[in-house]
């Protein structure tokens, strides 16, 4: 993780205020979210085929500190809505990532699809788990386990 921290403050350079192109803005997005969309960093999350007005959100809150990520603070920082709302849409038509190779746990899959169930999660987040509006993709994402919510972390 420190090995992470130091390398995205070793590019946060490289998003410099008022950049001219929409591709030198996301330069330090791409460096650590994946060119491609898929995060080869664990801790950093694979944002292809998110929702364009979830991800817009998700930087305006980074811009104005309500969502602390000290990189995504400084990265965010000074851009104006216009440019947010560019870089989602760029971000949002990036492919989704990659699902896991290896198979899952029959006992894990029968526990989460019994969570899924109780929680409705295919409500907001559609039936395939690939999100709407201000509501995020939750799938496929290696990242499951963490603190977003019981049935995300039985599904994965």
Request: charged share 25%; glycine share 6%.
């Amino acid at each position: 993780m420190r090995r992470f921290l130091a390398a995205a403050f070793v590019l946060l350079p490289a998003l410099p205020a008022g950049a001219d192109s929409l591709e030198a803005r996301l330069a330090a997005c791409l460096a650590c979210h994946g060119e491609k969309g898929q995060s080869a960093v664990p801790e950093v999350p694979s944002l292809g085929a998110q929702p364009a007005f979830y991800l817009t959100i998700q930087l305006f809150l980074f811009r104005e500190r309500l969502r602390v990520v000290e990189a995504m603070n400084k990265v965010t920082q000074g851009l104006s809505n216009a440019e947010l709302r560019d870089m989602a849409d760029f971000i949002a038509k990036l492919p989704p990532p990659r699902p896991a190779g290896d198979s899952p746990d029959p006992a894990r899959m029968e526990r989460a699809r019994a969570l899924i169930a109780q929680h409705r999660c295919n409500f907001c987040h559609n039936r395939d788990y690939s999100g709407e509006q201000n509501v995020p993709r939750l799938a496929p994402d290696r990242r499951f386990g963490d603190r977003r919510g019981r049935a995300r972390r039985a599904v994965h």
